[in-house]
């Protein structure tokens, strides 16, 4: 699974990153690092030396043969930066029980109920994540002893609407080293397996 994309006419290899030499290759939801002075200049020529940020979603640094020093800095601020920003395009909406409106918990639960596909996780912290049609749904357990609703009801009705329900075991083996680098958002771990084709 990528998380930015690296634009290059150097053969590099970085894991979960898109290495390509065109800009028309580039996924364009995703952070983009340019390395080298002249491609960054063909491809926008009112760039400043002095500014590697060009915007909120586009960078540039130097090749090793420009300024080396330059590049292994900013390759790895980049790559911290792009997996510290992974997963925040994707909406999150939190079932609140206890504080959340009626009317808005009853339309997300009438939402998560009505998901065709949805890829579920239960954490072992007792949070249930589902992700499905491009959004990721958070549901606390923990508060079912609050509301006077028991909590395996919950479970089991959340089991109902999908055959796809993760294991922390399975899916901590598939995708650790991912997992590992965006520093365990749990919520991000149903996202993760359905589009890094884990299925």
């Known amino acids: 699974m990528y998380v930015g994309n690296i634009v290059t006419s150097s ?6 990153f ?8 580039i996924n364009n939801d995703l952070p983009t690092l340019i390395i080298g002075w002249d491609k960054v200049k063909s491809h926008n020529s009112d760039i400043s030396i002095l500014h590697k ?8 640094t130097f090749t090793t043969k420009e300024r080396k020093v330059d590049y292994e800095v900013d390759l790895e601020k980049f790559k911290e930066i792009c997996f510290n920003q992974f997963g925040d395009n994707v909406p999150y909406v939190y ?13 997300i639960v009438r939402k998560i109920l009505s998901l065709q596909t949805p890829i579920i996780y239960f954490s072992d912290k007792n949070m249930v994540y589902l992700y499905d049609e491009n959004i990721i749904f958070g549901v606390d357990l923990n508060v079912s002893q609050y509301i006077n609703i028991d909590k395996e009801k919950i479970v089991n009705k959340i089991k109902n609407i999908g055959n796809n329900v993760l294991v922390t ?4 083996n598939k995708c650790k080293d991912l997992l590992y680098k ?8 149903p996202y993760i397996y359905k589009n890094g084709e884990y299925e």
């Open 18 to 25: 898109n290495i390509v030499s065109k800009f028309e290759d």
């Open 95 to 107: 079932l609140d029980l206890i504080h959340g409106k009626r009317k808005v918990n009853i339309k």
């Open 169 to 172: 075991d399975e899916i901590f």
């Open 53 to 60: 940020k060009i915007n909120q979603r586009l960078y540039w």
């Open 11 to 16: 053969k590099i290899e970085e894991e979960n």
């Open 182 to 189: 965006i520093k365990f958002k749990n919520k991000l771990i």
